[in-house]
């Protein structure tokens, strides 16, 4: 961390990929030396982004980190720091803080079957640990993932997803909402996916992220199939605003997603919930 | 620090005294409506007795309504220059319950990672606080741990004796004040020890408002608090927001950014309201808190849970009696205690 808490540093846009109609990839570098070497994040951990005059939004790193510094940013424009962010083009200067918040539990996975459950923009979270598992074929030597999202048009990473269909290590399922013409893969929700596969339950280990009521349904599908409550990892999602437990906005009893998440297992999402009497997800 | 035995100050050499500390002074001052407010003032302004606390809390000076973080200029490459806005000062007069709260503040701030912006500020500044021999009619400290006299967290605390403070010395801060002051203190007789001791006693008796918080904690904590009580109460709430900006303890800031023309601007702070629909809305549109009564629940939640409590060192009120000033709906802390408290007896009934 930088030494004044809520000071940025500064990064490049190298490239900007558009996903969908309203998604797209930044990737970013850092113009500072020192602010790069400060700059290790585990993942599944997030980082706050400035658009000076406009604001701050937190989200998630959305790739693996190497000592090349560079990492992803997967946007949906939703309100006014997100539309600036896609108004920017490759060669701008952004602020960032960070990394922020907890990261996924993986040492959990090794000898257990990973399964990835991603809703929407809830795969880019979800990327980080599959390129940490995929850079690591002895410890993780295969992955399933389950994604789904509202239409075909708007799934992200539409290459990349093409490259995890033919790879040996990955056992890819898509599905979407609403189909469109020309799709001709699987239309439901993504607990409908569970379907597709059959593995040892017990010996599974599951990384959820997507909205609050698709965490809900899929946790509670997990719950239903036989996974151990402590191998259901999740995010959960609140609003940040200072991202380093401060502002007091994504608090969810006395732990705040921002710095006590926003990774919980079921077994902490049961606690907090029996603790305030508020549902987490 | 080592101990110090208690000294008197003669209330006609207060204003030397606080010249003597040469750093800027906050301290009660007339607000021309029978009333003080905490001001950065010339010491002979000041007001030494006799006063109610003032309607917003001089805790403000490290941690304002609303605070620049840093600026930016986009001449070229941006640049964010952090806003240093501490200022080395004292606040002269400042109640216990106030005192309380700054502590509090200090240890929510400190925990990891640190906010050297409000540990900063208030790092710099010097309490001198003097004790409550008359409580207000809204003050409850007396059930919050908050008062009316302290035994630590100052650092300096006096008592109102009548012609002459008794001077407590509580840091090293303040042991260095009273070497500044130098003749201007004497060493506290016998009789002006027992004097503190009485008027203390006798504070206690002078509340008229009771508020048992550790009843409100436990039902709260134990989630036996009805959900139609939270109904009722919150019913009465109209959004304001005006106790948690007259709440010592309330640390919760929104964040939003201020253009100074084209390529220049400010990233500022400003205090928030967790009974704000907008509060904890998120750009999708998805908001955990829609209705006003679980909103409602999450301030008391916050309060006077016991997870809280075990994280912040204390529990989250003061007694400082702002928010019985404040609520339109008179729900206030000690009324929604009192309501938790009684409601076995009401269904009873």
Redesign the interface.
Known sequence: ?A??????D?VRIEKIEGETVDTKTFTLDW?EAEAHGRFRPEPGQFVEV?V??????PIGIASSYGRDGIFDITVRA??KV?RALHATRPGD???IRGPLGNSFPYDIARGRTPIFVAGGIGLPPLRSLIHFMLARPEEYPKITILYGARTPADLVYKDELKRWEADPRIDLHVTVDIGAPGWTGNVGLVTELFKKISPDYAGVVSYVCG??IMIHFVILTLLELGVPETMIISTL???M??G???????????KYVC?DGPVFSYVQIKELEW?????PT | MAPHDPLTLPKERCVEFLSSLEIPIAGPVSTGAGEVEYRIAPPGEMILDGYVNSAISPVRFPYPQTQI??R?S?NG??R?T?EDQSLRMAIFGIRSCDVTAFRYLEH??D?P?????FLDAASKILLVSIACNEPGENCFCVCCDGGPFLEGGFDVQLTDLGDRFLFEIGSDRGAEAARRAGGMLKAASEADRTRRERLAEEALDKFGITSHMATGIRKLTS?RVAEELWARLAARCIECGGCAFVCPIC???????M?DGESN?R?E?TR?C?QYAG??????G?N??PDKV?RF??RF??KL?F??L??DGRHGCVGCGRCVSACFGGVDMPAVVNAIRSERIEADA
């Open positions: 961390m030494t004044h808490l809520y000071v940025p500064l113009v400035s000076a005059g406009v604001g701050e939004v939703a309100g997100t200067r952004i602020g909205p609050p999602e609140r609003h605003k200072c380093v437990g401060k502002c007091g906005h994504c608090a969810i009893g006395h710095t603790q305030c009497g508020e549902n | 973080l840093w930016y986009q490459e941006p964010f952090p929510f701030f925990r990672p640190a906010e050297t912006t989630r640390t919760c800031f929104d964040v939003a950014d253009c601007g990233r702070r928030d967790c509060y904890s809305r998120e750009a999708s998805f955990p808190r679980s629940k999450r939640y916050h849970s997870f809280y075990q994280q």
